[in-house]
């Protein structure tokens, strides 16, 4: 079992930033993957960013060059970086693992971009 609890969403103008954190605990040591999605409302869940153990990133298009995904060695946190916030980044914010044979989801964290 992994637990994930996500912190550091809030209410930003646009153009602002906010930086996301997920902690993850219990069966850590298997965790080969972590990621962000987020869903706004109306819309499906969507990707948008991940991080291998090895340290290998990728980022949706829509992210790319203002949003960046960081994780300690261990893999048991995991922070998202959002600078020049966009109205259309209002989402619920939601931390993911992937272990070999299991997956597993945070909470959530609302992220409103507006003025």
């Known amino acids: 079992q992994v637990q994930l609890v996500e912190s550091g969403g809030g209410l930003v103008q646009p153009g602002g930033s906010l930086r996301l954190s997920c902690a993850a605990s219990?069966?850590?040591?298997?965790?080969?993957?972590l990621a962000w999605y987020r869903q706004a409302p109306g819309k499906q869940r969507e990707l948008v960013t991940t991080?291998?153990?090895?340290?290998?990133?990728n980022y949706a298009d829509s992210v790319k060059g203002r949003f960046t995904i960081s994780s300690n060695n261990a893999m048991n946190t995991v922070y998202l970086q959002m600078n020049i916030l966009k109205p259309e980044d209002t989402a619920v914010y939601y931390c993911?693992?992937?272990?070999?044979?299991?997956?597993?989801w945070g909470q959530g964290t609302q992220v409103t971009v507006s003025s």
């Open positions: 219990g069966r850590t040591f298997s965790i080969y993957e």
């Open positions: 991080i291998t153990k090895g340290g290998t990133t």
């Open positions: 993911y693992a992937r272990l070999p044979i299991k997956e597993y």
